[in-house]
């Protein structure tokens, strides 16, 4: 069956450190991977989309890694900050453009 | 741009009563509105794809009878909860994709969290 797999445990890390989140899926061949931030009680917001004939993204402090090989996705947050505290979705496009979303995964800063 | 907005944001209901939900886009126009539910530590799982003018296409496990959607314009779609039960409690959040993008954008309300009683 398909599956998209976040770390389901909340990640701790301090101000300053690099985040890095995982997303894995299987069963899959999607053309486009997303990655979301979603905050308490909000909808999602997005960030990134990287292409599968890509293998990184970057904007301002974020970087995403996509390994259509490996099925595997990173998300990477560099000198990371407390407002960047927030869940973040990893998600998928499959056939007709809907799209798929992870479980995601808890992000605590810490100053 | 690309703003969707939502209402109402929260909203306390009787179990058996109806209650509806907008979602409209507020700078742009969108033929596809999408209707996702996400429960509490939970992903957001797609309920329904509403098209301007056309029916809904559910997603397996929905009920259309009880989950209406409607489309009516390029800028607003109406998700009604019919007969609400406790069980029906949960976050429901709308995206839109935007008229002539690529067809992966998508641009998400801020959700409307539904509480019955």
């Known amino acids: 069956s398909q599956k998209i797999e976040q770390n389901s445990e909340a990640l701790n890390i301090q101000e300053g450190k690099t985040a890095t989140l995982t997303c894995n899926y299987t069963n899959y061949s999607p053309a486009y991977l997303q990655w979301y931030r979603q905050d308490p009680g909000r909808g999602p917001v997005f960030l990134l989309l990287?292409?599968?004939?890509?293998k990184e993204k970057r904007k301002e402090r974020l970087k995403v890694t996509f390994d259509t090989t490996l099925k595997q996705s990173l998300f990477h947050i560099t000198a990371s900050q407390p407002a960047d505290s927030a869940t973040y979705l990893c998600?998928?496009?499959?056939?007709?453009?809907?799209?798929?979303f992870g479980q995601g995964t808890e992000l605590s800063v810490k100053p | 741009g690309a703003v969707v907005s939502q209402h109402p944001s929260w909203v306390i209901c009787k179990s058996g009563t109806s209650v509806k939900i907008e979602c409209r886009s507020l700078?742009?126009?969108?033929?596809?509105m999408f209707w996702y539910r996400q429960f509490p530590k939970q992903s957001l799982m797609l309920m329904a794809t509403s098209n301007e003018g056309s029916k809904a296409t559910y997603e397996q496990g929905v009920e259309k009878d009880k989950f209406l959607i409607n489309h009516a314009s390029l800028t607003l779609s109406t998700l009604t909860v019919t007969s609400a039960h406790p069980e029906d409690s949960s976050f429901y959040i709308c995206s839109a994709r935007l008229l002539a993008s690529s067809p992966y954008e998508q641009y998400f309300g801020p959700g409307t969290r539904l509480t019955v009683t």
């Open positions: 990287i292409r599968e004939n890509e």
């Open positions: 700078d742009f126009q969108a033929t596809t």
């Open positions: 998600a998928l496009n499959n056939q007709g453009g809907k799209l798929i």
